[in-house]
């Protein structure tokens, strides 16, 4: 047991979340792209995207950050450092999203330990989120890490 963790708060590792399902219009597309200023055509002119090997619109890559999973118990372990820092995320990405397609999303915590850092006992937490489409074909996978210090 660790200055921040118990043995209960490990046995919330790979515990899923419930599932959730968006759906994914092509106008949201376009907004997702015009926001973080992508003019790629894949994501904005269905005309042009046709031309690809795509065969039509696709979703950029980290338009699913759009499409949230349901909170996991682990985000709210009552005896974490308050001070809060996003460690960043890795992404692998399976099958392109298209619109018409309805995503489900789940979550799981894959890791949670404790680690020494510059200003003392750090928590890590790394979340995983799957994204699948209506045909169950994992789509994207993304790692989330986030650390309490």
């Known amino acids: ?7 209960e708060d490990k046995k919330l590792i790979g515990i899923e979340s419930k599932p959730i399902t968006h759906d994914v219009e092509r106008g949201d597309l376009r907004l997702f792209a015009q926001a973080i200023g992508d003019p790629n055509p894949l994501f904005n002119d269905e005309k042009q995207a046709r031309k ?4 039509g619109m696709i979703a950029p890559p980290t338009y699913v950050r759009l499409l949230m999973p349901q909170q996991l118990p682990s985000m709210d372990l009552p005896n974490l450092p308050k001070r809060l820092l996003d460690g960043g995320s890795e992404w692998e990405f399976f099958q392109p ?6 995503i489900t999303v789940i979550a799981s915590l894959a890791d949670l330990r404790e680690t020494e850092g510059r200003m003392g006992t750090m ?3 790394v979340t995983e989120v799957k994204y699948s489409n209506q045909f169950d074909e994992l789509c994207t996978i993304q790692r989330m890490t986030l650390l309490n210090y």
């Open 1 to 7: 047991m660790g200055k921040y963790i118990s043995d």
């Open 52 to 55: 690809t090997r795509f065969g």
């Open 97 to 102: 999203i298209r619109p018409g397609d309805r």
């Open 123 to 125: 928590v890590v937490r």
